[in-house]
């Protein structure tokens, strides 16, 4: 039986979130403490030596993204992404309402390597009470005095999906428009009002704490050899355990719904999940033994990304959904770049034709062409993402477009 | 049925003038001047919005440019309850479609309207990140779980 294994969120409920002392008291502040004692080089060596990769969704090596970080700058950044846009996703309000100290901690770590003494977390507009929480929580630990000279500021959004990118939520912190930048210059060297930046998720950075605390070769030992650590999943739609875990990365995704989520939902039968957020691809039941981590959903054209699992039953109607799901992408492109603000609008337009029983063959193709542009030519993930549901459930789900095809040659048809 | 406590608390009048001075000199402080404008106002009003350019050093252009590209920030008149439905993915296949149907019924508007007497403002928004009770409606930001079309009335009649 497939079993949570709780690192970040060992304590969730048992003590006080925004409390430094409760943290305190069971182990925390004790990772920046040991950070505090390294040489910025050796400390970064212990992240990259953990294999901690990032928890967004792109799945770069914490390590190496700090080591782009010029040493000597004057000022520098730490930024923390709460921005959790992708729908069927609340993992990072879950660690901040279980456990913020260690994203505070984590953040302090990542200062203590770069040669940063301020970070700001840029928490989405839809958790005003996250960035209350967060408030408290920084004036707590402020007051035990385990942040040192470290000080940290949340930022509010205001609902816009694109700014998790991370240039976007940049630009939005400075307040302009979340429009992304071209890359490069990263923000590793040119960030945050031009300055030195590292951006990570949250839960890369409370990672951070166990890491230091408990070694790296021990966090390089759970889960998946080439994406260690674990992994909070949210489980939502046709599911009877619709709620958060957290689980070694090798877990398989039958066992994550399966076993933990206890199966479809009503006794139906299991048609399909998305994993990742309304960007990840649809997988049919053949592939769900694989494994959740970064590189074997990778292998198999899926993307582990948020860690939303969204479950759909047997009677779901996939164009629907994945018609519904090209509406948000119009919705959210910020319209910078032409191929995706372009082809966010097609997309949707050929979808609601399929949907509406009006589509044809060369409908389907079209789609398919415009994927791979878009995959190809968007300036950030967004709009290289958008089509990645349709692709997907055309290769997978290709009879569920087919029944809604205008009947053009006898054959086929509703 | 969950208890509602957005609905308490009086009117309350600011001036925006003292609002926007609280964020000056505060860098990119321009999109929280907004928030805290909106608290106030549930919109930023054009006087207010010619200020908050101002008193950053940014062009009118280039102060509304940033209040009209975030979906939370309005430069119109709302009334004194928004209330939003989620429509992604996870909603949607939760029944987000009947709950839409049943606001708009109850309050007598569309979607994007406001009601006649200032009261209510319905919105669609994207993933408010509560997935694990669908579908979603918030009123003035306040989650509200598992909402069916009948309990519309009774969730709505509670905003005083």
């Known amino acids: 039986m497939a079993q949570e294994y709780r690192v970040l969120l060992e304590y969730a409920d048992k003590i006080d979130p925004a409390n430094a002392a409760d943290y305190i008291k069971v182990g925390g502040y004790k990772g920046l403490e040991k950070a505090r004692g390294m040489e910025p080089k050796a400390l970064i060596e212990e992240v990259k030596k953990s294999g901690l990769r990032g928890r967004g969704g792109a799945g770069f090596n914490a390590g190496m993204k700090w080591s782009f970080v010029p040493q000597d700058a004057p000022v520098k950044y730490v930024v923390c992404n709460l921005d959790e846009g992708e729908p069927g996703t609340y993992k990072d309000r879950i660690i901040c309402q279980k456990n913020a100290q260690a994203l505070l901690e984590g953040m302090a770590i990542c200062g203590a390597a770069i040669g940063s003494n301020q970070g700001y977390i840029y928490c989405r507009g839809e958790y005003p009470f996250v960035v209350d929480l967060l408030k408290r929580a920084v004036e707590s630990a402020k007051a035990e005095g385990v942040l040192g000279d470290f000080d940290i500021e949340a930022r509010m959004g205001a609902g816009a999906y694109v700014c998790g990118e991370e240039t976007a939520l940049i630009e939005s912190i400075e307040g302009h428009r979340g429009e992304p930048r071209f890359k490069p210059p990263f923000p590793g060297v040119e960030g945050l009002w031009g300055v030195p930046t590292v951006v990570n998720n949250v839960e890369t950075f409370a990672c951070l704490p166990y890491i230091l605390t408990r070694g790296a070769e021990w966090f390089a030992g759970i889960g998946a050899p080439k994406y260690p650590g674990t992994k909070i999943v949210t489980l939502t739609g046709d599911v009877v355990n619709s709620t958060w875990f957290e689980v070694p990365t090798d877990m398989t995704l039958r066992e994550v719904i399966f076993e933990l989520g206890g199966g479809v939902k009503n006794g139906k039968k299991f048609k399909a999940v998305q994993v990742g957020g309304t960007s990840g691809a649809f997988i049919p039941e053949a592939n769900l033994d694989c494994p959740i981590d970064f590189d074997s959903m990778g292998n198999m054209g899926a993307a582990l990304g948020s860690g939303a699992v969204l479950v759909l039953d047997e009677t779901r109607d996939i164009v629907d959904v994945v018609t519904r799901i090209s509406k948000f992408f119009e919705h959210e492109s910020c319209g910078k770049c032409n191929p995706c603000r372009e082809g966010t609008f097609r997309c949707r337009e050929i979808m609601e034709k399929i949907n509406n029983g009006n589509g044809s063959e060369k409908d389907i193709d079209n789609l398919q062409l415009l994927s791979k542009v878009m995959q190809k030519a968007a300036l950030c993930g967004l709009g290289q993402a958008a089509p990645i549901p349709i692709d997907s459930t055309i290769k997978h789900f290709k009879h569920e477009y087919s029944r809604k095809l205008v009947v053009t040659s006898g054959k086929g048809g509703h | ?160």
């Open chain 2, 1 to 160: 049925m969950p208890v509602h406590t957005f609905c308490e608390g009086g009117e309350k009048m600011a001036n925006y003038v003292d609002i926007i001075e609280l964020y000056r000199g505060k860098k990119g402080g321009i999109i929280e001047a907004f928030h805290a404008l909106q608290n106030e106002f549930n919109y930023i009003p054009e006087e207010a919005l010619g200020l908050v350019a101002k008193t950053f050093g940014v062009s009118e252009a280039e102060a509304y440019g940033v209040a009209t590209f975030y979906s939370y920030l309005s430069v119109k008149p709302r009334g004194k309850y928004i209330v939003r439905m989620c429509e992604s993915a996870p909603c949607h296949i939760a029944g987000a479609d009947q709950v839409v149907k049943a606001i708009e019924s109850y309050l007598g508007i569309n979607v994007g309207e406001t009601t006649a007497d200032g009261k209510f403002t319905f919105e669609l928004c994207e993933c408010i990140g509560q997935c694990q009770a669908t579908p979603v409606v918030t009123i003035n930001s306040e989650p509200i779980f598992n909402v069916s079309p009948e309990q519309i009335p009774e969730i709505l009649s509670a905003c005083k």
